[in-house]
């Protein structure tokens, strides 16, 4: 059986599971990436913060025993 477009019902469930997959690889992409972006700024973060602490300790005065 044709619709109006000329498609048949078979034709336009398989474009649309076609498109649901697409989606669904879409998103995973995106997910993904932003998971990736969240894990780089929290290394960074952590980076940062061990860069903070060796500069406080090169600037803190080495004690002598006198």
Do not use: W
Request: no cysteine; net charge positive.
């Amino acid at each position: 059986m044709k619709s109006q477009s000329g498609f048949t019902l078979v034709e336009i469930l398989i474009a649309a599971a076609i498109m649901m997959v697409l989606a669904l690889l879409i998103s995973s992409m995106l997910f993904n990436a932003q998971t990736s972006q969240k894990r780089l700024e929290d290394r960074a973060g952590n980076a940062e913060t061990v860069q903070g602490a060796a500069l406080d300790l090169r600037l803190r005065p080495i004690p002598t025993s006198t």
